[in-house]
């Protein structure tokens, strides 16, 4: 009897990663009506049979990867061109501007280039980024170097990180694959987390950014360890609980 109680837990821990893609431990222990310690040892006994991966506070999809950057440009488009006129305003002539490759610095790109500011240099890992960047007068726009990685068109690798940290910069902004229910910021590989996080701290002031579908979205890498920042540019109001974790660490949100 126990054992099939347990099995129909783990069922319905499964079915909730099939739809959402990341859970934590405190929902599951709220939905399932069971203790966190509980869902805690259930997931362990998932994670063994290669069925979810244990992340800092709950569970994603096993093997779980980001969708494809085509298909990552059409969500909430919207949301993105708002945090990226909102980045724009924080840059003043003559600025040094480091941005990775994602989405939302796609959108900042595109912002910039239409855009008055002077004499900007800009340094990214995003060909796309270094050619929108490229439109603005008085530009200088340089692409990192390291190994080309297709499916985000942009450099990447241990070449990449030396490369980054021979810069010094004024501002950078990073994208953020996710911001968990405990205030942390993430991404989907480790590989793309050092490189924000190598980009956050190569600039006096290092702002993420993260659109309301990564709100809640727990992800297997942080973003730049327990590193100040100057803060998040989001487009909407978070979540309270979110914004209180994000207050208690430290991270100033500035809503578009």
Known sequence: MTRDIAARRHQAILATLDKQGSVTVEELAQSLDV????????????????LLLVVHGGAVRHERSEASFASRRTV????????????????GDGMTVLLDSGTTTEALARALARSDR??????TTSLENARLASRLADARVFLIGGEFDRNEDATSGAETLRAIARLSA??????????GPDGHLTDYTRAGASIRGALLGAAEQGFL???ASKFGLVLPSRIGGDAP???LLV?????????????????AVRIS
């Open 118 to 123: 002077k004499r900007l240099v800009v340094h």
């Open 170 to 179: 004024d501002i950078a902004f990073v994208s953020v694959g996710g911001v």
């Open 76 to 91: 909430n488009r919207t949301g993105k061109e708002k945090i990226a006129d909102l980045a724009v305003s924080l840059l």
């Open 235 to 251: 487009d909407q109001a978070l979540p309270a609980p979110i914004a209180t974790k994000l207050a208690e660490r430290g991270v």
């Open 229 to 231: 920042f100057a803060g």
């Open 35 to 50: 203790s966190r310690e509980t869902v805690r040892r259930d997931l362990k006994a998932l994670s063994a049979d290669g």
């Open 209 to 211: 950014m993260a659109d």
